[in-house]
């Protein structure tokens, strides 16, 4: 990637940002789960609009976040294996061990959950690799993830040792992701393999657009606020005209576009309103479901609370918990042996003490 030093830690704070805002939406949306429309608040505005792109952001950040990280690859296969053992670490690891200590408080909490869980080791076993099975239903970006980090590795590393120009590779790769969106086919539960195929293409974007970044940036003024009011404007419209259709996927661009405006325009000004959550996102990612789905049953199920209450509590519980959790776990992981199998166990990396090497270490968890 040619993106020269002095730049490196600037690109690193604005994907940062773009993480905190896509895990904030994430969470957000979570948090309508027990909202009384029987549809998990897919009828509210809000909820759709901001459907609309958090989860396409993700994938473009962790396309971005695999060239990044990558930038250095040899020209050869002899990193693939290593590649590989880190995302299983990073991705799938977490995703076992968490699913494994959930399934039976899952399995005993069946009566208050939407979907009864038998007791049974097939049982756990589908719930490792099916999406329909997830104990925590949203991990389903872990797989994703997973196997699209591990295609696009493979694909830019077969393209190096066949020295075809990364541009080729990348449209090559567009275009089968772009097909596989307009095919009919579900592509099935395995591996959340049909989130795969919906959202590959944001992934890809991502990547591009970390390959090509300085070229990008000499033409659009990502900190303009009137630039990001124009994007705003557009998803806006595009929504309007496209939700729903099959053109939906240009609306998520273009709120993917927004959030790069809105991240840059904080960066810029030097507001740090998001600063204290960097490096947690991945936490969060990975713990919010408990305290939203407390938070909800408690207080809804249990007291007959408003759900704009519970829903509020939900959300406010789901971020500040986990990162919480972060913070007590990063500053403990020198001196506490429990705590780096822990950190080991949920895929963080608290390796070095110096600021800038942390954050570049903790955005990256799940590129």
């Known amino acids: 990637m040619d993106v020269s030093s002095q730049r490196k830690d600037t690109f690193l704070k604005h994907i940062a940002y773009l993480q905190i805002i896509g895990i904030i939406l994430v969470v ?10 029987g549809r998990f608040g897919n009828t509210l505005l809000i909820y759709r609009l901001m459907s609309s792109f958090r989860m396409p952001l993700f994938m473009f950040v962790s396309g971005f976040l695999m060239v990044y990280t990558t930038r250095n690859r040899n020209k050869s296969l002899n990193d693939l294996g290593l590649f590989f053992s880190n995302k299983v670490r990073r991705l799938l690891l977490p995703l076992a061990f ?141 929504f309007y005209y496209f939700e729903g259709t099959l053109y939906m996927p240009l609306c998520s661009i273009v709120g993917i576009v927004m959030c790069i405006s809105f991240a840059r325009i904080l960066e810029s000004n030097d507001i740090k309103i998001l600063e204290p959550f960097i490096g947690a996102n991945y936490m969060i990612f990975l713990l919010s479901w408990y305290f939203n789905i407390f938070s909800q049953q408690v207080l809804h199920s249990f007291m007959d609370m408003p759900w704009w209450f519970f829903t509020t509590i939900s959300f406010v519980s789901g971020v500040y918990m986990p990162w919480l959790i972060y913070r007590f776990m990063k500053k403990h992981h020198a001196d506490s042996g429990l705590v780096r199998v822990m950190a080991f166990l949920l895929g ?20």
């Open 28 to 37: 957000f949306g979570h948090s309508f789960h027990e909202y009384p429309d």
């Open 98 to 238: 968490l699913t494994v200590v959930t399934f039976v408080p899952r399995v005993l909490l069946s009566s208050f959950a939407d979907e009864e869980v038998k007791f049974s080791l097939g049982t756990l076993l589908r719930s490792l690799f099916y999406k329909d099975s997830l104990i925590i239903p949203f991990f389903w970006f872990l797989h994703a993830s997973f196997i699209l980090l591990t295609i696009n590795y493979l694909a830019l590393t077969l393209g190096s040792i066949l020295k075809i120009r990364d541009w080729i590779v990348y449209s090559a790769v567009t275009l089968i992701f772009v097909v596989l969106v307009c095919l009919p086919w579900n592509f099935g539960q395995f591996l959340s393999l049909y989130k795969v195929k919906d959202f590959g293409i944001y992934f890809v974007l991502g990547a591009v657009y970390c390959r090509y970044s300085e070229y990008v940036d000499r033409y659009i003024n990502w900190s303009s606020t009137k630039f990001f009011i124009m994007s705003a404007i557009l998803w806006s419209v595009a």
């Open 348 to 367: 963080q990396s608290f390796k070095s003490q110096n600021k800038k090497l942390t954050e570049k270490e903790s955005i990256t968890s799940m590129a």
